[in-house]
């Protein structure tokens, strides 16, 4: 992914670091902390069908998010300061029954930028489903 998707939503700082975390049920995020601080957090998420498997449904758990747009195909929900994608052909015998969503929420104040964030989650949804996160388990119900 280009870093210049993510640049209008980091504060100014003279050091940029990563630090991946997995808390539970298979999430994995990623923070993008800038001198000591979380800026960004770009996070993939099974989340179970039975909870709903849209991104409005997946949106209101998450802060920075909601409310928001969503695309006409109903694959991104976006507002300035967060958004949610929707996977396509990721499916993972672990996580039965589930999707891989895509989630970016923006700590950094006076960063909201919804036209920025519009062009970041599709392009951060389709680096996921090209990448080693996005299992293709034949065997996934």
């Not at 992914?1 to 100014?12: A, G, T």
Request: contains cysteine; negative net charge.
């Amino acid at each position: 992914m280009k870093s210049d998707l993510l640049s209008p939503f980091l504060p100014p700082g003279e050091k940029i670091s990563t630090q991946k975390e997995s808390p539970s049920g298979g999430t994995t995020r990623c923070n993008i902390i800038v001198d000591g601080k979380v800026a960004v957090i770009a996070s993939r998420v099974w989340w179970g069908k039975a909870a709903g498997d849209r991104v409005i449904d997946v949106a209101a758990v998450h802060a920075k998010v909601a409310p928001g747009q969503v695309s006409d195909d109903e694959k991104y929900l976006y507002s300035g300061t967060g958004a949610v994608g929707k996977t396509e052909g990721c499916a993972d015998s672990a996580h039965p029954r589930q999707d891989l969503f895509t989630v970016i929420q923006v700590f950094t104040s006076g960063r909201d930028d919804e036209s920025a964030m519009k062009r970041l989650i599709p392009a951060y949804t389709k680096a996921v489903e090209q990448s080693d996160e996005c299992p293709h388990d034949e065997g996934a119900p």
